[in-house]
């Protein structure tokens, strides 16, 4: 076996290589890259929001859109929910749109 590994598109080529020179007949390669700590949160967060459906009424159906409303905030408010965002990985939208049914849902 090889002491090093030529790894692409999460594959590892050399372990390929090397079982290819042998007797067996079955391998199970890693076919695709395994992330730990920050490099997998990020990794399943990317992967969450390529996916996210619309907000809409239909959503489900991808027919819907998503009702759109603007605001202004001042810098120290917008610093703080960037950094939010940032520690928690969610998308200043979706801290936001949680913030903001928490204090109907109080208000009501």
Avoid: C
Avoid at 1 to 23: K, P, Q, V
Avoid at 65 to 86: I, Y
């Amino acid at each position: 076996m090889s002491n090093s590994h030529e790894i692409r598109y999460g594959i590892d080529f050399t372990e390929l290589a090397d079982w290819a020179e042998t007797d067996n007949a079955t391998h199970d390669p890693q076919t695709s890259p395994v992330f730990w700590g920050k490099d997998a949160r990020h990794a399943s967060q990317a992967l969450l929001k390529r996916g996210r459906p619309t907000l809409g009424e239909d959503h489900a159906t991808g027919k819907g859109h998503s009702p759109r409303r603007q605001l202004r905030l001042d810098a120290e408010t917008n610093t703080r929910l960037d950094a939010m965002a940032a520690e928690t990985g969610r998308s200043p939208s979706d801290i936001m749109r949680t913030a903001l049914i928490d204090y109907l849902d109080a208000a009501s």
